[in-house]
């Protein structure tokens, strides 16, 4: 019971940060800035606490991949949010590139194509999709964002009601053995059913008329935040971790948090860009 109990309220806190801070880009994004890129910080260290087999790390190298992974989310922000010059909004990626290269190269002991693999390879999957989202946030509408966040979880909740009570089929047993075609397609259908909802009486507050609009959102988040489930479980099972981390009670790491949101962000995006603006 005690343990139901934190999961419930390390949750419900980790719920609130995302919907306060999206709701205030209204008026301010300090509040969304913080909270995702605290999130960029801890999933890149996760990382490399998930990948403790390899060579271990530097606590420079760490911190510089740290920094430019918000350096990263910082150049979406610059670059969705048109704020300063327009060429300036790649400059904290640029510098990142450098130093970190020049750092490599006073680490004769480190293989350097493994070193700079992982480092690469925790920007492009933690820091490039979450910086994904101030395009969502810009380019539509704030509350655009958070309607992907609640497709999210109430894929989640579908799934795993669904999978509890009618789980028969494994949807892909290699990598995630407890996931099935039941509990997939009860994500599935609880999504569409909420945008049909999300229409009839939501539109005043997320100012998207188009029921198409909402049903293609609403089967693009659910399908991909299957998929990146399935991603980071399959990080997960290569390196032999049951959690990406320990940072919220009751529910591991923060990558096992956003693991979905790192393929629906970017799948979302080219959805905005080339469907619903097009």
Avoid at 260 to 273: G, N
């Amino acid at each position: 019971m005690k343990n139901i109990i934190i999961r419930a309220l390390s949750g419900a806190v980790y719920v609130a940060l995302i919907v306060v801070s999206i709701l205030l880009l209204d008026n301010s994004p300090i509040a969304f800035l913080t909270v995702f890129s605290l999130f960029v910080v801890i999933g890149i260290k996760e990382i490399y606490d998930m990948s403790r087999n390899e060579a271990t790390e530097s606590w420079l190298v760490i911190l510089i991949d740290m920094l430019g992974g918000v350096g990263v989310f910082f150049s979406f922000y610059l670059y969705a949010s048109k704020s300063g010059p327009a060429s300036t909004w790649f400059l904290p990626v640029a510098a990142y590139l450098v130093l970190r290269c020049i750092v490599q190269l006073y680490r004769p002991k480190q293989n350097a194509v493994h070193s700079l693999e992982r480092s690469f390879f925790a920007l492009m999957y933690v820091a490039l999709p979450l910086g994904m989202l101030n395009n969502i946030a810009f380019a539509s509408a704030p509350r655009i964002l958070l309607a992907v966040f609640v497709f999210i979880w109430v894929n989640d909740t579908g799934a795993f009601l669904s999978g509890i009570a009618l789980g028969r089929h494994k949807l892909f047993e290699r990598i995630s053995p407890k996931k099935s075609w039941e509990g997939f397609f009860g994500g599935l259908i609880a999504c569409v059913l909420v945008a049909f909802a999300t229409n009839k009486w939501c539109n005043e507050f997320f100012q998207v008329p188009e029921l198409g609009t909402w049903v293609g959102l609403s089967i693009i988040v659910s399908v991909m935040a299957t998929f990146g489930d399935l991603t980071e479980s399959l990080l997960k099972r290569t390196e032999g971790v049951k959690d990406s981390g320990h940072i919220i009670p009751g529910h591991g790491g923060i990558l096992d948090r956003i693991d979905s949101l790192l393929l629906v962000s970017p799948a979302v995006l080219i959805y905005i860009a080339l469907i619903v603006y097009n």
